[in-house]
């Protein structure tokens, strides 16, 4: 006779689930409070905004975007119907990562990259503002380990 496995109790995949519901809970405040808050981050109130050309370099081919200076590149990408990869829309993790190959950006608001590897160019495009024209490589995440 085969021993009887005891089936996990309801109580635990309640935990789990509830687990997973408060974690993209969070995930879903903290890219809405970004996005809200993009604006008036870095400065307090409402600064005068500079336009600046972004071009993505993709597998898929080179698209140029007009990105205001107080505008994630991410969103800015996506307002244009291009498709970058992303996960956490907070700047804490990799899904994201680009490479500054020309210009500067200003990634003030991200916490993944050490300072040798934003000195390497590799920018998190969901937390990255444009502060001069600039071309960003997309899809870096394997090159950055």
Do not use: W
């Not at 400065?43 to 370099?57: D, H, Q």
């Not at 119907?81 to 899904?95: E, K, Q, V």
């Not at 300072?115 to 995440?141: N, R, W």
Request: net charge negative; proline share 5%.
């Amino acid at each position: 006779e085969r021993p009887r496995v005891a089936a996990p109790s309801k109580s635990c995949h309640q935990i789990t689930m509830f687990r997973m519901l408060l974690a993209a809970a969070l995930l879903a405040s903290a890219s809405a409070f970004n996005m809200a808050t993009s604006a008036f981050r870095r400065t307090g109130n409402a600064p005068a905004v500079n336009m600046y050309t972004v071009t993505l370099v993709t597998p898929s081919g080179t698209s140029k975007i007009e990105c205001p200076d107080d505008t994630y590149m991410l969103d800015k990408a996506e307002e244009e119907g291009i498709d970058l990869p992303y996960s956490c829309r907070a700047g804490a993790c990799s899904t994201c990562c680009g490479k500054v190959v020309a210009g500067t950006v200003d990634q003030s608001d991200q916490s993944f990259l050490d300072d040798g590897q934003m000195e390497s160019g590799f920018v998190l495009t969901c937390v990255a503002y444009p502060s001069s024209d600039c071309t960003i490589e997309t899809h870096k995440e394997e090159d950055l380990f």
